[in-house]
């Protein structure tokens, strides 16, 4: 009996534990996951500072200025970015300083350069409504010894910036899990090969290979095999030294299915062999010292659907994320589904947000052994078991392909 898609996903995750750490350069830090809390040894900004260009001044020497009420102030200093205030500001005078340089001491607002006119040392003030909202103070953004960043933070642009800024020239992060990926069909052929009669191209190890980098795994490509119980144990075998093990093809009951029978022969103790989902039913799993084979279909679209659906998950998970699943939401069919629903199926689609609400249309080619549809889906949509066919403006869920 096909195992229920949410028990099969539950197994698999409570199997899998988390990717030792290491350290890696910032710069090459992007999308990874964060193994330790950053705490700030710094306020930030470091110092108050001007967030423009124009004049240091006490602020209520400006107030109620606006143009035809001008004030004349006395520049007694100039501080670009990188330098420092020679001489405090006290009423009746104005010190220029530039964007991001420090404040000079007894300075309680800035006015903007385009509100001023310089003549010599004298400053006119033509406009200085506001000026004293016009500082960045110490600490305002960061204080120290502030919790930044925490411990399963996905590192994105954002991140590595605040990251610089806190002086993390280095950053402890999981390591990426190892995935081997190994196609089997006496039928396949490497992409480079030229078609024979009877062949296809080894599609499955490519397409796997940038689900698993997109997940933020490492793919170890082991090639093909032929549909030989001992080439294939041979593989596997192989293949032992990495974090997780996938197989394509020999998954299902057929004469040349072999993947169940070079578990047995390898003691892989067998998790489940089929997941009630379409497409992508036919699925092993099996488990070895801890580490865990994955057997998915040969046909290209079952074996993205039972990656998304059961792989990525747990490469999430060791990985380091916090949250291990992609965003889902409710759309209107723009377009009908015409097939009734057993197991629950997933339907590759585009979606789109129009007016308040968003619109999912079905693709047209769906069948297992067609990637067409994977070229172009943003989203998934999620038909419940035993759905009959869905008329357009039907509601649905939708999995968006995209990184939460």
């Known amino acids: 009996m096909a195992e229920k898609l949410e028990v099969a996903q539950k197994k698999l995750l409570n199997l899998v534990q988390l990717m030792p750490t290491e350290m890696v350069e910032l710069s090459e830090s992007w999308r990874r996951v964060l193994a330790e809390t950053i705490v700030s040894t710094m306020d930030f900004p470091p110092f108050d500072r001007s967030p423009l260009d124009g004049y240091a001044i006490v602020a209520k020497d400006v107030e109620g200025t606006v143009p035809g009420k001008s004030v004349i102030l006395r520049q007694v200093d100039y501080v670009p970015a990188g330098e420092v205030p020679h001489h405090n500001i006290i009423s009746g005078t104005a010190c220029r300083i530039m964007t991001g340089a420090p404040l000079p001491p007894g300075a309680t607002g800035v006015v903007r350069i385009e509100d001023t006119i310089a003549d010599g040392d004298k400053i006119i003030i033509l ?16 204080s120290f010894a502030e919790e930044v960043i925490s411990a399963g933070t996905a590192i994105n642009a954002g991140v590595i910036g605040m990251l610089a800024v806190l002086g993390k020239a280095q950053v402890c992060v999981f390591r990426k899990p190892l995935v081997a990926i190994i196609a089997t069909g006496s039928e396949i052929i490497p992409v480079d090969s030229q078609l024979t009669p009877g062949k296809i191209r080894n599609s499955n190890s490519y397409m796997l290979s940038a689900q698993v980098a997109d997940a933020g795994a490492k793919t170890v490509l082991m090639g093909n095999v032929l549909d030989n119980v001992d080439e294939i144990a041979l593989v596997l075998e192989n293949a032992s030294a990495c974090d997780v093990v996938i197989t394509t093809g020999g998954a299902s009951v057929g004469d040349h299915d072999l993947i169940g029978e070079v578990y047995e022969r390898l003691g892989i103790t067998l998790l489940f062999d089929r997941v009630s989902i379409k497409p992508g039913m036919s699925m092993l799993a099996g488990i070895k010292n801890g580490k865990l ?62 007016d308040n609400g968003i619109l999912a249309e079905p693709l047209r080619l769906q069948s297992n052994g067609m990637l067409k549809s994977a070229m172009v889906a943003n989203s998934l949509i999620v038909i419940p078991e035993n759905t009959p066919p869905l008329p357009s403006g039907s509601e649905v869920e939708v999995i968006l392909l995209v990184n939460a």
């Open 127 to 142: 406009d200085g409504h506001g000026a004293e909202k016009n500082i960045c103070f110490q600490g305002e953004e960061i």
């Open 293 to 354: 084979y994955l057997g998915l279909s040969g046909n290209p679209a079952a074996a993205a659907i039972s990656f998304e659906q059961l792989v990525r998950p747990i490469l999430m998970k060791m990985c380091g994320h916090k949250s291990w699943w992609r965003p889902r939401v409710r759309a209107v069919l723009a377009s009908p589904f015409n097939k009734s629903t057993g197991a629950k199926r997933f339907v590759w689609s585009h979606c789109w947000q129009k």
